[in-house]
Every structure is written in C-alpha cells, then in structure tokens.
C-alpha cells in the first residue's frame, strides 16, 4: 500500500467513531447529516485505507469487530488531541490565551502595571504577564526589537517620532513646601 494511499482524512475518523457510538448507519447518518450510502462508502475506504475490517454488517445490525475496538480507542484519543489543540489555536487566535510582555521602571511596574496586570488576569486568566524592569532606553530598545509587546515609561522626545505612544497620565511635577516658607 503506498503513502498517499494510507491517507485518512478527520471527517473518516469522525464518522467511523459515530458509527462504532450508534452500532447503525441510518442512525449514524441521520446524526453526522450524511447519506447512509455516503457513509457506508466512507468507512468501506478507511477500512481499505487501513487493511482490516472495522464493523460486522448484517441487514439488521453493525458489530464493531476486534479491530475496530483497538482502533476506536486510538481515535478517540488522537480526536480528543486534534479538538484540544484546535480549541487552543482559537485561544490564541482570540487572545484569549498567552503572554504579554511589558517593559517598564520599578516604579510604573509597581504602582501602574501592577494594578492593571491583576485587573486583566481576572477577566483572562489565561493570559499571562511578564514584567521586564529597566531603564527608559532599554524600555525603548526592548519594543523596537520586539522583545516586549509594549513598554510603559516617561517617553523622550525624539522616541516620539520612532514609536507609537499613547499617554497614560500627566504628571504634575512642583515644589512642595510650607505655607509660610518662602521658596523663591
């Protein structure tokens, strides 16, 4: 039997694994919205494909042979594996899962990344933060290379032009001092 010939195909898998549920192909059929005949053809090919037979037929009722049983068992798992990883893609795809990495000082990690990190692992738990500290010109290095999804800092004029910034909060800076203390 070459290769391309030992080819199954998901919906095959599927089918056989709804088949081997139902012990019918007019139930089965009626269920995965097929022809009885479609579906028949279906599992004569996978039994061809595979070289053993999968299920006793008779007029009035479907047995899943020896075969069919070991086989089974390995569908179940390798479909189990296939929908699980599918599900996954669609996390990822979604942004549902992940990581996010954030570069940033000390201090904006500790009083502003910080809070917003617990807020979003709350709502996406399976979204994970990592934090890399340092000072504003790696921050900057770190999101021009890539090695960060975002930095979070006090952004120097000329990284202006280079990045796409968007400002959190204003600071206001001032001398702090004594009603009755003359500062200037």
């Given amino acids: ?3 391309e ?25 009626k269920e995965i919205f097929i022809t009885p005949s479609a579906l028949s053809d279906s ?5 061809q494909t595979l070289g053993v037979r999968l299920f006793d037929r008779t007029t009035r009722s479907v047995e ?7 086989f089974l068992a390995d569908t179940l798992q390798v479909l189990r594996m ?8 669609g996390e990822i795809g979604s942004a549902e899962r992940g990581i996010v990495r954030v570069a940033g000082v000390g201090s904006i990690h500790a009083n502003i990344t910080a809070v917003c990190a617990a807020t979003l692992m709350v709502s996406r738990p399976r979204i994970r933060i990592a934090l890399l500290e340092d000072e504003i010109t790696g921050i900057l290095a770190s999101v021009q ?19 796409d910034v968007q400002h959190l ?7 702090i001092a004594r009603k009755d203390h003359e500062v200037f």
């Fill in 1 to 3: 039997m070459s290769t």
């Fill in 169 to 175: 909060v204003t600071d206001c800076y001032g001398v």
């Fill in 145 to 163: 290379a890539g090695e960060v999804d975002f930095g979070v800092g006090v952004v120097p004029q000329e990284a202006l032009e280079a990045l």
């Fill in 64 to 70: 899943i042979t020896r075969a069919g049983e070991e």
């Fill in 82 to 89: 296939i929908d699980a990883s599918i599900a996954r893609m």
């Fill in 5 to 29: 010939s030992k080819n199954l195909s998901l919906r095959q898998l599927r089918a056989f694994v709804v088949v081997a549920r139902c012990r019918s192909f007019i139930a089965a059929s």
């Fill in 43 to 47: 599992i004569k090919q996978l039994e």
